[in-house]
């Protein structure tokens, strides 16, 4: 995909910076000196998830910033060996580019996916930059012992099988438009939006490592960077929360938002029954009015 103009839903222009020595492609849109919000998505997504919250929040004031992980969307897609891919990394690219967007006030920071890991990694460390917290569909711990993975992530885990179905195939990202919905099947303009960056086998490495670095147990590199953002979820509930969860999601599920509850027990929760994974493509109206209202209250 050569521009995101080309994209319905998608009328963003791009800018980019270099993070580490890879251009970083993101959307900044409305008042500069507006109140910011960053949005940090996940895997396989991409910043065009949140196009509706980009079209909706600078009408309310404020300024609204939304990066492309390196690897993903409209960024820089290293080889493996050019890029580590890990949480670690991630949470760090994250740290350089807040820091490089000279922000002069808090930042409300919304986040899915990995994009909790790695937004809630960087707000724990930054409290004084963070100003609230809006959660979906996430975890920002060590998955509990008995909480194993679906198939589909176990299959895309192992080195030949992965290889072939994520990377080859493209087996995950198409997986996703079924499995990550609770409707039959997302609307065209979503198929096609979340679809676009990864249309090539080189082109889906980071969505292979994303899935690689889930962290199972204690020797993954992953796991020390979740048990540390884990100690410092207290101080993170000190901010206002809000959380939006789709209830259909296969591995973010009841049993994980508990534990989100747990860790965040001041945080205001809404369940939708009908959504799944990808909560904001499922309950778009819904979750953009009371992010906005949200927001407003501060």
Same mark, same amino acid.
Request: hydrophobic share 45%; proline share 10%.
């Given at each position: 995909?050569?521009?995101?103009?080309?994209?319905?839903?998608?009328?963003?222009?791009?800018?980019?910076?270099?993070?580490?020595?890879?251009?970083?492609?993101?959307?900044?849109?409305?008042?500069?000196?507006?109140?910011?919000? =960053? +949005?940090?998505?996940?895997?396989?997504?991409?910043?065009?998830?949140?196009?509706?919250?980009?079209?909706?929040?600078?009408?309310?004031?404020?300024?609204?910033?939304?990066?492309?992980?390196?690897?993903?969307?409209?960024?820089?897609?290293?080889?493996?060996?050019?890029?580590?891919?890990?949480?670690?990394?991630?949470?760090?690219?994250?740290?350089?580019?807040?820091?490089?967007?000279?922000?002069?006030?808090?930042?409300?920071?919304?986040?899915?996916?990995?994009?909790?890991?790695?937004?809630?990694?960087?707000?724990?460390?930054? +409290?004084?930059?963070?100003?609230?917290?809006?959660?979906?569909?996430?975890?920002?711990?060590?998955?509990?012992?008995?909480?194993?993975?679906?198939?589909?992530?176990?299959?895309?885990?192992?080195?030949?099988?992965?290889?072939?179905?994520?990377?080859?195939?493209?087996?995950?990202?198409?997986?996703?438009?079924?499995?990550?919905?609770?409707?039959?099947? =997302?609307?065209?303009?979503?198929?096609?939006?979340?679809?676009?960056?990864?249309?090539?086998?080189?082109?889906?490495?980071?969505?292979?490592?994303?899935?690689?670095?889930?962290?199972?147990?204690?020797?993954?590199?992953?796991?020390?960077?979740?048990?540390?953002?884990?100690?410092?979820?207290?101080?993170?509930?000190?901010?206002?929360?809000?959380?939006?969860?789709?209830?259909?999601?296969?591995?973010?599920?009841?049993?994980?938002?508990?534990?989100?509850?747990?860790?965040?027990?001041?945080?205001?929760?809404?369940?939708?029954?009908?959504?799944?994974?990808?909560? =904001?493509?499922?309950?778009?109206?819904?979750?953009?009015?009371?992010?906005?209202?949200?927001?407003?209250?501060?």
């Amino acid at each position: 995909m050569s521009t995101a103009t080309a994209l319905a839903g998608y009328p963003f222009t791009p800018h980019r910076v270099e993070v580490g020595g890879h251009r970083m492609s993101y959307v900044d849109e409305g008042d500069p000196t507006a109140p910011p919000v =960053l +949005l940090v998505h996940g895997n396989p997504t991409w910043s065009f998830y949140y196009r509706s919250l980009l079209q909706a929040l600078p009408a309310r004031g404020r300024r609204v910033i939304a990066p492309d992980h390196i690897g993903m969307g409209l960024s820089d897609k290293p080889t493996p060996e050019d890029y580590p891919h890990t949480l670690a990394r991630r949470v760090a690219d994250l740290t350089a580019f807040v820091d490089g967007l000279e922000l002069t006030e808090p930042v409300s920071l919304v986040v899915h996916d990995w994009g909790g890991p790695i937004g809630l990694a960087w707000a724990a460390e930054h +409290l004084d930059r963070v100003r609230d917290v809006v959660v979906m569909n996430t975890g920002a711990f060590p998955l509990p012992a008995d909480h194993g993975l679906p198939w589909m992530l176990q299959a895309a885990r192992l080195p030949v099988v992965g290889d072939v179905l994520v990377r080859r195939l493209g087996a995950f990202s198409l997986g996703a438009l079924v499995l990550g919905t609770g409707r039959a099947w =997302l609307p065209p303009e979503a198929r096609r939006g979340l679809l676009a960056p990864y249309d090539r086998p080189e082109h889906r490495v980071a969505v292979q490592a994303f899935v690689r670095d889930i962290p199972l147990g204690p020797d993954d590199p992953a796991h020390p960077v979740l048990v540390r953002l884990a100690a410092r979820l207290p101080d993170l509930d000190a901010r206002p929360v809000q959380v939006h969860w789709g209830m259909k999601d296969p591995v973010f599920d009841a049993d994980i938002l508990a534990h989100v509850e747990h860790h965040l027990p001041h945080a205001e929760v809404h369940r939708y029954p009908d959504a799944g994974h990808y909560v =904001l493509e499922d309950a778009t109206p819904a979750i953009v009015e009371r992010v906005g209202a949200f927001l407003d209250r501060r």
